[in-house]
Structure formats: C-alpha cells, structure tokens
C-alpha cells in the first residue's frame, strides 16, 4: 500500500507563485510515474504534469512555460512550482502515483489551489 500525502496549496493573487509538494510512503516500487491532477467545479479532473522516475516530464498546454515539476526519488517526493498563476489555475490539485509494477495507481487527498483576480 502506498500514502500520498499533499502540502503547499493555499490563497495566491494572480500573477503569484505556490509550490506543491507530495510525499509518498509505504510499498514504492522504483519505476513508476508521479504527477500533478486538478479539479475544478463542474470540470472533469485534468493532468497538470507528471515525471517519471527517468524524470521525462509532460505538460497540459495550459501550464506550459509557468509550471515545473520535479522529484527526489531519494526522498519518495514530488515537487510542482506554479508561477504566474491564473484564476483559471483554481481546483483541487492531487497527487498521483503509477507503479508500473502491478499496475497500480495511488491518489492523494487533494490541496485547495485559489487564484484570485
């Protein structure tokens, strides 16, 4: 079993930044993908980015150029720097783990992300 726990999230004007950090615990097999999901009201949830344990990273379009993600597989975490935030970056952002041993795919508790005009 594996914990993703979240931290970071809060209240930022636009144009801010905030920083997202994930820490998993517990039965982590190396290989596997990390990544960012948001999720605003009446939206399906979205991938913002992932890394994987090579560290290739992906994008959405939309966070291009302002986001990064990062990772310290020593530490079992994973990183997302949103800068020059946007009120349409407003969701719910979770935590994502795929092991590709397995197949199996672990979901954070989710942090509130608010841009405010």
């Known amino acids: 079993q594996v914990q993703l726990v979240e931290s970071g999230g809060g209240l930022v004007q636009a144009g801010g930044s905030l920083r997202l950090s994930c820490a998993a615990s517990g039965n982590i097999f190396s290989i596997n993908v990390m990544g960012w999901y948001r999720q605003a009201p009446g939206k399906q949830r979205e991938l913002v980015a992932a890394?994987?344990?090579?560290?290739?990273?992906n994008y959405a379009d939309s966070v291009k150029g302002r986001f990064t993600i990062s990772r310290d597989n020593a530490k079992n975490t994973v990183y997302l720097q949103m800068n020059s935030l946007k009120p349409e970056d407003t969701a719910v952002y979770y935590c994502?783990?795929?092991?590709?041993?397995?197949?199996?795919?672990?979901w954070g508790q989710g942090t509130q992300v608010t841009v405010s005009s």
């Open positions: 994502n783990l795929y092991s590709v041993i397995g197949g199996r795919e672990y």
């Open positions: 890394i994987s344990s090579g560290g290739s990273t």
